[in-house]
C-alpha cells in the first residue's frame, strides 16, 4: 500500500477537541503569549454542535480564566435559586432536606447553562485573541515523531469510499504538528484511548468507570416553569437494577433540561437505559411538569465516573489529556465543566513553560502534578469514594455512607482510605440467562418517544458512503456469543438505535445503522466482549445539537 502524502501545518500548540477544556487552553495560552500558534480542530459541523452537558456549571474555572466574563457577555444568566433532591418511589417521592447534604452538593451561586453556547461563546473569545478553530475537521491518526512522541494530528480527510477506498473526490487531509498536542475529545476519545494504551498511562490507577447521560430540552406551561429551579432525583424507576438518577433544571424562556444517567455498571444485560429515561417521565411529580409542553431537543453522551481514582497519568510524550478524556467529573455534584477548564489552564501554563525554555515533545509533568495538587484534584479527593460505595452497597447503603464520608472529607479526612473500584464496566454484564427480562411500557408518544422519533431531535446525520465508524473487531461476535449470551445487549444500550439483530432467511444477523450515531460512545465502553471501537467519521458529521 502506498503511502499517503500530506501536506504539514507546524504550529506551537495542537488542541483537538473545541470543548471546555480544548477552548480553555488555546484561551490561556493566548494570554500567556499572544504570539503563540494554537490550532483547535472541532469534529462537530461547528463549535458546539457535540456538546451536550446537563448543565449546572460551576463558575470557578472560568472566573479563574476571565474573571471578566459578565462583562464580556457570556450566555450564563439563570442562577440556581432552589435546590431540591428526591428520593423517587413509583408512586411519589420523600424529599431530602439540604442541611442534610453535605455543602460540597449545595448548587447555590452555580448556573443553569447550555454548554453548547458556552463553547460557541468561548470559541469567539479564542478567536479574538488570534487562536485559529477550525470545525468539522475529524482528527483520525495520531503522527508520532522519531522518539514515540506524538508529534501531531492527521485531520480533515474525506471521501473515501464504504470500502476505505479513496473515492473520486478523496481528499488525504492535512499532518498538523505541534511541540505539544492536547486531547480534550471528551469521553472515550479514539486518539485519548490510543494513547492510554501506547504509553500504558493508566498502570497504577484504576480503570475508569462511566455513565449513559441522556436529555431532553421541554417547552413547559409558563404557569409550571420556575426559572432557576435545579431538582435531583434517585431511586424510582432503576431500583436495584442500576445505579444512577435524574436531573431537572428550569432554565430562562420557559424551558426546562430533562435528563437520565444510568451507571454502565449495571449486571442485567436485558436493562435498557433509554426505556428507564422515558418510564422515568412519567412518574407523577415529572409527568405533572411536563403536561402540556413539548420536546424540543434530545441527545445522549457517556460520562466518566471513575473520579480520582480513575485518572490516569495525564501528561505523555509530546501532549496531555485533559477535561473528561482525564476523566474528571465530580460524580456526586453531576459537574465536570469546571475541572475541564481548569485542566486546560493548567495544561497551557505547563506548555507555556515548557515552549519559553526551548522544550518541546517531552512529557509535562508538570501539568499532571498541577492537575492532582491543584483544585482539579482537592474537589475530586473529596468525592472519591461515593461511586465505589454506591457500587458495592447499592443505592440506599452507599447514599448512607457516602454522605457520611463527604462530610467527614469536607473536615480533611476520611475513615475509608480511598476504595477501589471493581471491574471494568464491561466486565460487569452478566449472563443474560441470569437475570429477568424487563417488561418496559410502551411510549405513548406525548411524554415518552421511541428512540427512532427522538434521535430526529438530535439532528445528527453522517454521509452514508463512507466507512462505518463503528467498527468491529470480530463480525461473527455479536451472533455467535453477544447473542446467546448476553441477547446482544447493543440492541439495548445504545440510545440512539444504531444496533439492530434481525431475522434473516439464514438466521439472525447483526446490523449497524451508524447513521443514528450520536457520538456518545456507550457501545465501546459497555459492549461484554470489547468487540466495538469507536472511531471519527468524517470531520462534520454526528449530532447538530442546539443548545445543549
Not at 490550532?39 to 463549535?47: A, M, P, T, Y
Request: with cysteine.
Amino acid at each position: 500500500m502506498t503511502a499517503i502524502e500530506r501536506e504539514a501545518m507546524e504550529y506551537d500548540v495542537v488542541i483537538v477537541g473545541a470543548g471546555p477544556a480544548g477552548l480553555s487552553a488555546a484561551i490561556r495560552l493566548k494570554q500567556l503569549d499572544a504570539d503563540l500558534n494554537v490550532v483547535v480542530l472541532e469534529k462537530g459541523s461547528e463549535v458546539g454542535a457535540h456538546i451536550l452537558s446537563g448543565a449546572v456549571l460551576d463558575t470557578s474555572g472560568l472566573s479563574r480564566l476571565m474573571p471578566d466574563w459578565k462583562a464580556k457577555g457570556a450566555p450564563i444568566k439563570t442562577e440556581v435559586n432552589e435546590d431540591n433532591f428526591y428520593f423517587l418511589g413509583e408512586a411519589g417521592g420523600i424529599r431530602i432536606p439540604n442541611f442534610a447534604m453535605p455543602p460540597l452538593m449545595n448548587n447555590h451561586g452555580n448556573y443553569i447553562v447550555s454548554m453548547g453556547n458556552v463553547c460557541r461563546w468561548m470559541a469567539e473569545q479564542a478567536e479574538a485573541l488570534g487562536v485559529e478553530i477550525f470545525p468539522g475537521m475529524s482528527c483520525s491518526e495520531l503522527v508520532y515523531g522519531e522518539n514515540g512522541e506524538v508529534k501531531g494530528v492527521v485531520a480533515g480527510e474525506f471521501g473515501k469510499n464504504a470500502d476505505g477506498t479513496a473515492g473520486d473526490g478523496y481528499e488525504p487531509g492535512m499532518e498538523l504538528h505541534g511541540k505539544y498536542v492536547f486531547l480534550s475529545e471528551g469521553v472515550r476519545g479514539s486518539l485519548s484511548k490510543e494513547v492510554l494504551a501506547k504509553y500504558d498511562l493508566v498502570k497504577g490507577h484504576c480503570s475508569q468507570k462511566f455513565g449513559i447521560g441522556m436529555k431532553e430540552i421541554w417547552e413547559i406551561d409558563p404557569a409550571k416553569h420556575k426559572e432557576g429551579t435545579v431538582t435531583h432525583t434517585m431511586g424510582w424507576p432503576l431500583g436495584s437494577n442500576a445505579g444512577g438518577g435524574s436531573f431537572i433544571y428550569h432554565l430562562e424562556n420557559n424551558q426546562v433540561y430533562v435528563g437520565f444517567v444510568v451507571h454502565l455498571n449495571y449486571k442485567n444485560p436485558h436493562l435498557y437505559p433509554y426505556m428507564e429515561f422515558q418510564r422515568f417521565k412519567h412518574h407523577p411529580m415529572v409527568a405533572e411538569l411536563l403536561k402540556g409542553g413539548k420536546r424540543v431537543a434530545y441527545g445522549a453522551r457517556a460520562i466518566s465516573e471513575g473520579g480520582w481514582q480513575s485518572i490516569p497519568q495525564t501528561a505523555f510524550p509530546g501532549g496531555a489529556l485533559l477535561g473528561c478524556s482525564a476523566g474528571l467529573v465530580n460524580v456526586p455534584r453531576i459537574k465536570g465543566n469546571h475541572n475541564a477548564m481548569h485542566s486546560g489552564i493548567e495544561a497551557a501554563e505547563a506548555a507555556y513553560k515548557a515552549i519559553s525554555a526551548g522544550r518541546s515533545g517531552d512529557t509535562l509533568t508538570e501539568y499532571d502534578t498541577a492537575l492532582r495538587e491543584g483544585v482539579v484534584g482537592k474537589d475530586l479527593k473529596k468525592v472519591r469514594n461515593v461511586k465505589p460505595l454506591w457500587s458495592k452497597l447499592g443505592l440506599l447503603g452507599g447514599l448512607a455512607v457516602g454522605g457520611l464520608d463527604m462530610w467527614t472529607n469536607t473536615l480533611g479526612f476520611s475513615f475509608l482510605g480511598t476504595l477501589r473500584h471493581g471491574k471494568s464496566d464491561a466486565a460487569a454484564t452478566e449472563e443474560a440467562s441470569k437475570h429477568p427480562k424487563i417488561d418496559y411500557p410502551k411510549p405513548d408518544g406525548t411524554l415518552s418517544f421511541d428512540r427512532l422519533t427522538n434521535v430526529s431531535f438530535a439532528m445528527t446525520n453522517h454521509e452514508e458512503s463512507q466507512p462505518c465508524h463503528l467498527r468491529l473487531k470480530d463480525q461473527s461476535v455479536p451472533i455467535s456469543v453477544n447473542l446467546p449470551k448476553y441477547d446482544e445487549p447493543a440492541q439495548r444500550y445504545c440510545p440512539a438505535g444504531v444496533y439492530e439483530v434481525l431475522e434473516g432467511e439464514n438466521g439472525p444477523r447483526f446490523q449497524i445503522n451508524f447513521q443514528n450515531c450520536v457520538h456518545c460512545k456507550t457501545c465501546d465502553i459497555k459492549d461484554p466482549s470489547q468487540n466495538i471501537n469507536w472511531t471519527v467519521p468524517q470531520g462534520g458529521d454526528g449530532p447538530n445539537y442546539p443548545n445543549m
